[in-house]
């Protein structure tokens, strides 16, 4: 049986580029969830801070999310708003028991 991969992505846009980068996440979020080997891909973001987001992702195996990030849909989003963020920083989770 897979080991699922489970992420939290926090995505930090530059100033005045949060619209934009909102508007690019949920537009990965939908193609994302499409994905056969997606189980969770969800957006949020803060409401202290509305320039992070949080994206909360599971994934069926780690062949599952290699295949996310050679997606089209994610390469795009990457080359597209790579100038409109500040940092991207993924925190792998390990489920105990």
């Known amino acids: 049986m897979p080991t699922p ?7 930090n846009s530059l100033p005045g580029h949060a619209e934009a980068v909102a508007a690019g996440l949920q537009a990965l979020v939908v193609a994302s969830n499409a994905e056969a080997g ?6 949020h973001t803060n409401p202290s801070n ?6 909360l992702e599971q994934w069926r195996d780690d062949a599952a999310l290699e295949l996310h990030r050679n997606a089209p849909h994610f390469q ?3 080359q597209t ?6 940092s991207i920083e993924l925190l792998p989770l390990q489920r105990l028991a």
């Open 38 to 43: 997606c189980q969770r891909y969800e957006l």
């Open 81 to 86: 708003f790579a100038a409109r963020l500040a």
């Open 50 to 55: 509305p320039q992070q987001f949080v994206m």
């Open 5 to 11: 991969v489970t992420l939290i992505a926090t995505i």
């Open 76 to 78: 795009h989003f990457t």
